[in-house]
């Protein structure tokens, strides 16, 4: 199974990518988020899997627009804890490392070690593990990446530092894309709860999206995220990205988005799978 | 009257300001917007413009996290409408131009002029206006920038297209800021409604969204703006900004914050404000 995703061999998709599916996958590299969804489009590869919200960062957004420009299934999610490494090459030790190469959303969040070791300099660079491949083939002199443990394996570079990170509680969550039509994936017999994740807008009236979310509270429903995307077109209007807990199968959920859909301009059901543990 | 804004001198925020204040208030640059922030915190500007949404872009994240963690007071918004331009230094031809200089979202946001012009690069800058400003001081062969108005006219360049973004429905809201207290500003006798923006955190229960949102439906406040947040510290809890139509001094207002007071676990009032235009 061929799984395109966003950044180099050894990033946190990567690792996303054997939670989700195993040893066996074949993770598929490519540059930016819309060639994966491109991929997948025209079936070069079977599946994409993308972050789509960080505990510390926020949403992707640029994932949420191309969900809603592609007609993918999400089919399962999965969190990644984000331990961030200080990694260099053999033979560079922690004394002469003077610069440290990273994206910049994870220098930014290892700034605690960079204020306790004032002579390292942050360079930004389009990708995690793309900063470790870099040191390790163009040597830099005292240059460090910042990446995953995965990383370092694959580029045969060395951890100096473990888990240089502010703040423990750092996960992405990443979603799988099939195409639309297919199955939920998951353990046979898991207890996981389900989600559905759905988008909608609501038409410009006062109260809408307080309406619109009565089609989940008054049957019980657990809304357990929403994500507000402006609507192309229309200034200051929005589209809503809703999760919430149940699958699309049963009884309540099915009521609730015969509600959502009278109240709603647009609502579109982007699947449903096992809840991430 | 000091001003504290992100980017260099021309950047869209300056024209925020003029919108705001009037040619009089002084712009005075940063590079980051927590330097904007910690310029207001510590007096050394009197208030600071700063945008927080774009119709094509999205909510500014960290303009939101910003407003939290310090204390100050949303006085008014203003909507700029961004016209991007190419502009280079005197001399340059349009047929000469090579290689396209701006900030990442403004190169985004061109996409069909670039298609149209093959020969053009676009090379990521850090600022829109100081792309300009740097191609007029290196002047880098064959270099152009894309920027506002403002910024050619600032630094003595030439627009040599106008208008050269994909879509018109391009503006950006931008809030004046100004400390604890203060009181909004608005033209005497504005007929324009008024806005509040607040935020806060549901207690993690069901239909905690819903049940907040209540408290300003029930009252029959329009609500225009919601934004989530990832709560720090607690993994997949939320944030809420919103933005609701009336004044905090409303009766009706009043209630409804008393009233989400009882079913939040924080709440703060970040300001009421004359709506823009």
Redesign the interface.
């Known amino acids: 199974m061929r799984v395109a995703f966003q950044g180099e061999l050894g990033a946190f998709s990567q690792q996303a990518i054997q939670q989700l599916l195993g040893p066996k996958a074949r993770p598929v590299p490519h540059e930016r988020f819309d060639q994966v969804f491109a991929a997948l489009g025209k079936g070069s590869v079977d599946a994409a899997a993308i972050p789509i ?7 992707i ?1 640029a994932n949420y627009d191309l969900l809603l420009k592609y007609d993918f299934a999400i089919t399962a999610e999965t969190n990644v804890r984000i331990v961030h490494n200080l990694i260099a090459p053999p033979g560079l030790t922690f004394a002469k490392v003077r610069k440290v190469y990273s994206h910049e959303v994870a220098l930014n969040q290892c700034l605690d070690f960079f204020d306790r070791y004032k002579r390292l300099e942050r360079e930004v660079y389009y990708d995690t593990a793309g900063s470790v491949k870099m040191v390790m083939e163009t040597r830099p002199p005292g240059g460090a990446a910042i990446a995953s443990e995965l990383a370092a394996k694959i580029y045969k570079a060395h951890i100096l530092k473990r888990g240089i990170e502010d ?1 423990p ?1 750092n ?1 992405t969550r990443f979603f799988l894309l099939e195409p639309a039509g297919s199955k939920p994936r998951g353990a046979r017999g898991s207890k996981s709860p389900w989600k559905t994740s759905l988008v909608f807008s609501t038409k410009n009236m ?2 809408a ?3 619109a ?2 089609a ?2 008054l049957r ?11 609507l ?5 209007e ?1 589209l809503f990205y809703l999760d919430l807990l149940g699958r699309s199968d049963d009884q309540a959920v099915k009521n609730a988005l015969a509600h959502l859909g009278e109240l709603a301009d647009f609502l579109r059901v982007l699947g449903s799978y096992r809840a991430a543990t």
């Open positions: 919200e960080n505990t510390l960062h926020g949403s957004y703040d509680q996960y006062p109260g999206l307080f309406k979310l009565s989940l509270a019980d429903l657990n809304l357990v995220k929403i994500e507000s995307r402006p192309r077109g229309k200034p200051w929005y």
